[in-house]
């Protein structure tokens, strides 16, 4: 469909996107090619770009104090210590965020516990490997329900699904790596909706200082774009 | 910690343009609040090109005011009392357009705007700053439907001309 779009028109479609002004049905069409055609999301984010220069040159009104204590609420980050972890270059925030997600988030003991109880569970899936698993990640949903284990074993990456995966033809689970250096994202491959795939990847693991993965949302056939379309989950490699 | 640093930094940003869209203090907070936490959640989603940050964020509050304004309930309590927390603070009634802009710094984009006519200016920047539909900034400007329509999408597209 993107086709048959002209580039007046996607470019007038995607202005109308950005300023709020499309009727909800077109607006849902466009969010639809947004997710599987590069050239409709260069066209909005570049309207993104231009007209939020608006928003950002409106004068700042403070929000009531209690704001941030909602946020922080929310995401479970009151008990966190307060502390150097962070930087102040909101530019260099989204890496950073990613690489300490795993050790900061409240979930991070429970996903622990989970992943051991994995590790029992997939035992006979996981004997069948020559070693045993030299790193071990669990990947979980927002309600701590584990989705998948990955396991790291000399250069062979494996990630198994388990039963709360479901399958749906339209998209695809892709895992990406999260390298400690700020480089983007790289690709491991597509999760599996059923059982066990061994992923590419594993050599690249081994080489690079990294211990946290991501997993994002994508269209059929993996991210069209070669980086994440939508981030779901992150979860860290542990040694065992 | 990062996070707390970058919501220092932004949220009276992100919030000055919630507040212009809502209207209410409480629904504009709300907005602001379901913006960070997606902010938290896709940090992965942002493309590091610098200066952009900003912009990235104010794109994710916007999304959220409008979905909130289209969405029926918001929309009934917007249009019962939506305008009395806001209705004491000064409107320049003379120029309408300096209620817009008064909060303001002029940017780039502005000098672009400026080549517009007056009242597609001023139809842009409603639904901008206001999250207006093409019938509310009918409404607002006294004018029909088609010809709002067509003065945006006209607009944007000198606009674009003239960013190029």
């Known amino acids: 469909m993107t086709q048959q779009l002209s580039d007046r028109r996607l470019d007038t479609l995607a202005a109308e996107y950005v300023l709020g002004t499309l009727d909800a049905e077109t607006r849902l069409k466009l969010q639809r090619l947004m997710m599987t055609s590069d050239r409709v999301r260069q066209a909005i984010w570049q309207w993104e770009r231009d007209l939020n220069a608006l928003g950002a040159s409106l004068n700042d009104v403070p929000p009531s104090p209690q704001l941030w204590q909602r946020i922080e609420a929310r995401l479970g980050l009151e008990d966190l210590p307060a502390g150097d972890l962070g930087s102040s270059d909101t530019d260099q925030f989204a890496a950073r965020r990613l690489q300490q997600a795993a050790t900061i988030r409240p979930w991070f003991w429970p996903a622990i516990a989970a992943m051991l109880a994995l590790v029992v569970v997939s035992w006979s899936a996981l004997r069948v490997m020559p070693q045993a698993p030299v790193q071990v990640a669990v990947i979980q949903d927002g309600a701590a329900q584990a989705l998948w284990s990955v396991s790291l074993t000399d250069n062979n990456l494996v990630a198994t699904s388990t039963r709360q995966v479901t399958s749906n033809p339209e998209r695809d689970f892709e895992l990406w790596l999260v390298a400690a250096d700020g480089r983007a994202p790289v690709s491991l491959g597509l999760l599996p909706e059923a059982g066990q795939r061994q992923l590419t990847g594993g050599a690249l693991l081994e080489s690079i200082d990294s211990e946290v993965l991501a997993v994002s949302r994508e269209p059929e056939g993996g991210s069209p774009t070669g980086q994440p379309t939508e981030v779901l989950y992150t979860a860290q490699l542990v040694n065992l | ?164």
């Open chain 2, 1 to 164: 910690m990062a996070f707390r640093q970058l919501y220092d930094q932004t949220s009276g940003k992100l919030y000055a343009v919630s507040l212009g869209m809502m209207k209410r203090r409480d629904l504009a907070e709300d907005a602001v609040q379901d913006a960070f936490v997606r902010i938290w959640h896709n940090a992965a989603e942002y493309r590091a090109e610098k200066g952009v940050v900003l912009t990235w964020m104010i794109s994710i509050v916007r999304y959220r005011c409008l979905d909130l304004l289209r969405s029926s309930k918001a929309r009934r309590e917007h249009l019962t009392d939506g305008d009395l927390e806001l209705a004491d603070e000064p409107e320049d009634h003379d120029t309408p357009e300096g209620a817009l802009n008064a909060g303001r710094a002029r940017v780039r984009i502005d000098e672009c705007l400026d080549e517009l006519e007056d009242q597609q200016r001023h139809a842009i920047q409603l639904a901008y700053f206001r999250g207006m539909t093409h019938q509310e900034v009918c409404g607002q400007l006294d004018l029909p439907l088609g010809s709002v329509k067509s003065w945006i999408r006209r607009g944007l597209q000198q606009l674009k001309r003239c960013l190029e």
